[in-house]
Structure formats: structure tokens, C-alpha cells
């Protein structure tokens, strides 16, 4: 009876809410979508890169999502204001109502400043496993954050040459293994050339978690050790050992590389992303991992084939077995064995609310009691395809397939904790009607997986299906 008015209360809230948000906003809409899977869980790509929007434990979902932005300049200034929601109501097999986004940011020329639960941009037509970065996906649900940065490339010197970058800071306060764990994260990108000749872009992301509450140690030190995480310090006798040989916190990062060359009736798009989890990935002892990218983009209208996008995706390295190497200090330091997002203090890895905060192709989340545990296997390889385009003006499609396999981690000495290694295959295919000069959208998806990855390696064939209908109110 207490679960049922709570659903009650939960869908009277969120009616309440919409005319409301419709006072605010230039855009708003109303989504609901229906998912159902076979054997207890959702197929891949029904639930990755989705925002952690569905929970892929379900076997049916029921959703109805409310979506509201509003962006304004102030009068003739350089100021410009944005802000935006995405409250989800659930009802699962555990019902849910929350904001799975939440935001607000003000721009100034070419400096922004953002606040809230606020996602990554999404790129290279939202085709890619990973939007492109390796470490940062549109996988889990946004945490909240604050970005200070630019909003754009900002020319230097030249036309030609350009900067652009952020700083950041966040809380991943969700039911985790080291509790209120910080989440920090700068970039640094560079631009050289145009696309009409040819552009290159080139850049670091880094990123430390730090703080938070162990359940073993207790509390970490807080924003009194603000720097000691942001240089890496050793720290002092207090420091955990198991974090005196590493830096302290949890770091890790990616090198970011991007190739452009646009022609007349063609965009084409070479990226890398390439991860490192410590120094010997920084000084590309991994060379060999990497996600590899080709994005074209036919520039006609509505053409059957608008995007192509193809990728190949390798963790298997992971700067070799576990070794000394010996610094310049004379000592020996631990190298390999690198289990890119996945940390032995920080236990719950590069998630947040049991999904994947990096590629959702590192699987799967571990999970004991209601808290994940990082990830079952970081060693991986594989390839992806994605398409999209058009049927006529009214009728879009859309089509992935992925297929990875597995290794598990390492396993102490040269081998894997898979094995034998787990292959995984993961397809869907979309048709969506949007009628000119009308409010509504409706789509259908369809999706399957087959393989030995999600249940503990036996052989599973997976089918699901979405379907979604959305208004716009204006």
C-alpha cells in the first residue's frame, strides 16, 4: 500500500510540474517510452549511452520524462544565460522519480561557467560506443559539477591556431563504496588549421577522485589537501600505503586526437582516444590501447545514408604485466597491470549510480548490496558500426552493431581472468517519424545480444524493444 501512494504522490508531482516548467521555458517536451527485454535485463544498446536514464537490471520499463531548456541574452550585453531539466519518472522493477538533469550556466564572449548535473555534448552524431573519449561517456547519469572554461576555440596569434579548455569540479554522491567522493577534471585542447584545408585538434583530459569517506580507512583529507591531490603529493605519514607508491587520490586521464577534412559534399573525422592510469600510460608504455575513429558526414539533404561511423576499440595492454622499473631516484616503481578505471582504494571505480562513467563497453559493473564495485573486465577488444539517415523528409533511421571480447583483468602473472575470453555481440536498429510542422516524434527500437559477457559466461541470446512517443509543447 506505502509503495503505491508513493507512486501515486510521485505522478501527481510530476504532472504538477509541467505546466509549470512551460512558464520558463523556450523548449519543452513530453516523453514516454516503454522498454521490455527478454531474460530479466535489457539489451546493450538499449540502455547504454541513454544518460543512465534506464537501469538495464529490468526486464520491462515504463518512463515518462519531462524536458525543459531555456537559454536568453541580458538585453545588448555579452551575457548569455542557459538552463535545463530532464525529470524521469520510472516505474520498474524499482520506481524512481528523479532530475536526471539539472542545470543552469552563464557565458560572458567566450568564458562560460556551468553548475549543476549537466552532460557531455554530444558528438560524431551520437554514433560512437563512447562519444569519442574513452574516459568520458554520455553512459551514466550526469553528476553535479561545476565547469569553469571556455565555450569555444579561441583563436591565439593566428587564425589558425587555437585553445580551448575547462577546469571542474565535482561530488559523485550516489550510493558508492568510498562515500561523497570528489571528482576532479581539467582539459586542454589546441587547433590547428580549418576543416576546409585540414584541421587537427589535439588535447589532455585529466581527472582525480579524492575525499570521500572509506568505509575501512574513515574520512580522506578534505579541500585543506586540495593541492597535495592536484600535484599528486606523496603525502605524509598519515597517507594510506597502499596509495604511497601511486599518486594520492585516484587518477586518470586520456590523450585526445582529432583529424578533420571537409569537402563540398563529404565531412570526414579521424579521432583517438587514447587512456593512461598513471605515468607509464602517460609515457604511452600503452601504446598499443586505444579507441580509433572514422566519422562521415554526407552533406546532402535528407539522404539515405547521413552518418558512418566505425570504430576500433583495444584495452588488452594495459602497459604489460605488473614490473619495476627503476626512477631517476634510484628506487623501484610498480608499473602495469594499469585496469584502466578501476582503483584499489576508490572501489567503485569511474561509475556513478552502478553505470559506466567511461565507455559502456567496459563490463560489467560489479554490484554487492546496492554498491558497485568497478569493473569485472578492463581488458578488451573489439569493433563498432553506426549508421543513420533518412527515408524521406518524415521517416529517419538509425543502426549499431558493436562486438567485443573480453579478457576480464589481469591475472596476476601473464594471462586474464576470463578463460576462456568472453565474446559479446550487440545490435539495434531504429525508424522514427517526425512530421513536419507537427509537435509529436515517434520511434521504434528494436535490439539484440548474444554472447557470454553479462551472464558469467554462458551463452545468452538477448531481444528487446523501445518504443517512445514525445510532444513539444512549443
Not at 549511452?49 to 538585453?75: C, D, M, P, V, Y
Not at 538552463?83 to 516505474?91: F, H
Not at 559506466?356 to 569493473?375: L, N, R, W, Y
Request: include cysteine.
Amino acid at each position: 500500500m506505502h509503495k503505491q501512494t508513493q507512486k501515486i504522490l510521485s505522478i501527481l508531482l510530476f504532472l504538477g510540474l509541467c505546466p509549470l516548467s512551460n512558464l520558463f521555458a523556450q523548449s519543452v517536451s513530453l516523453e514516454y517510452n516503454t522498454l521490455a527485454g527478454t531474460k530479466n535485463q535489457l539489451p546493450f544498446w538499449l540502455w547504454a549511452n541513454q544518460l543512465g536514464q534506464f537501469e538495464k537490471n529490468s526486464s520491462t520499463i515504463q518512463n515518462l520524462s519531462l524536458n525543459a531548456f531555456h537559454e536568453q541574452r541580458l538585453g545588448e550585453s555579452d551575457f548569455n544565460i542557459e538552463a535545463g531539466l530532464d525529470l524521469d519518472l520510472l516505474l520498474a522493477d524499482q520506481n524512481d522519480m528523479r532530475f536526471t538533469q539539472l542545470f543552469g550556466s552563464i557565458s560572458w564572449k567566450f568564458l562560460q561557467l556551468q553548475i549543476g548535473a549537466f552532460p557531455e555534448k554530444e558528438v560524431h552524431a551520437g554514433l560512437s560506443t563512447t562519444n569519442g573519449n574513452l574516459a568520458a561517456s554520455r553512459n551514466a547519469r550526469p553528476h553535479p559539477r561545476i565547469r569553469f572554461g571556455f565555450n569555444r576555440f579561441i583563436p591565439v596569434f593566428f587564425d589558425w591556431f587555437s585553445l580551448n579548455g575547462f577546469y571542474e569540479e565535482g561530488l559523485l554522491n550516489d550510493n558508492r563504496y568510498v562515500e561523497d567522493t570528489h571528482l576532479h577534471r581539467k582539459a586542454f585542447y589546441f587547433r590547428f588549421g580549418n576543416p576546409r584545408s585540414i584541421e587537427i585538434t589535439g588535447g589532455v583530459e585529466h581527472f582525480i577522485m579524492w575525499g570521500g569517506t572509506h568505509p575501512v580507512y574513515g574520512e580522506f583529507k578534505g579541500w585543506d589537501s586540495y593541492f597535495d591531490y592536484m600535484f599528486g603529493s606523496d603525502g605524509d605519514e598519515n597517507t594510506l600505503l597502499e596509495n604511497q607508491n601511486n599518486l594520492v587520490g585516484n587518477g586518470y586521464g586520456v590523450y585526445q586526437l582529432q583529424i578533420r577534412k571537409d569537402w563540398n559534399k563529404l565531412h570526414a573525422t579521424f579521432y583517438l582516444s587514447h587512456p593512461f592510469e598513471d605515468r607509464s600510460g602517460m609515457e604511452l608504455e600503452n601504446y598499443a590501447d586505444n579507441l580509433l575513429g572514422l566519422h562521415f558526414a554526407f552533406q546532402k539533404e535528407h539522404p539515405f545514408l547521413e552518418n558512418l561511423v566505425l570504430e576500433f576499440f583495444n584495452t588488452k595492454n594495459q602497459s604489460g604485466p605488473y614490473h619495476l622499473v627503476v626512477g631517476d631516484d634510484g628506487k623501484g616503481h610498480g608499473r602495469g597491470r594499469d585496469d584502466y578505471y578501476n582503483h584499489g582504494i576508490y572501489f567503485s571505480g569511474v561509475t556513478f549510480h552502478q553505470m559506466s562513467m567511461a565507455s559502456p563497453v567496459f563490463a560489467t559493473v560489479i554490484v554487492e548490496d546496492g554498491i558497485s564495485k568497478g569493473f569485472e573486465s578492463t581488458r578488451l577488444s573489439g569493433f563498432h558500426l553506426g549508421f543513420d539517415g533518412s527515408i524521406s523528409q518524415t521517416f529517419h533511421w538509425k543502426a549499431k552493431y558493436t562486438y567485443s571480447n573480453n579478457y576480464g583483468q589481469h591475472n596476476g602473472l601473464d594471462g586474464s581472468t576470463y578463460n576462456p575470453s568472453r565474446k559479446q555481440a550487440s545490435a539495434m536498429g531504429e525508424l522514427s517519424w517526425n512530421p513536419q510542422e507537427k509537435k509529436i516524434e515517434i520511434s521504434a527500437t528494436i535490439a539484440a545480444d548474444h554472447g557470454t559477457l553479462y551472464d558469467n559466461g554462458i551463452s545468452t541470446t538477448r531481444l528487446g524493444a523501445m518504443v517512445s512517443f514525445k510532444y513539444h509543447f512549443n
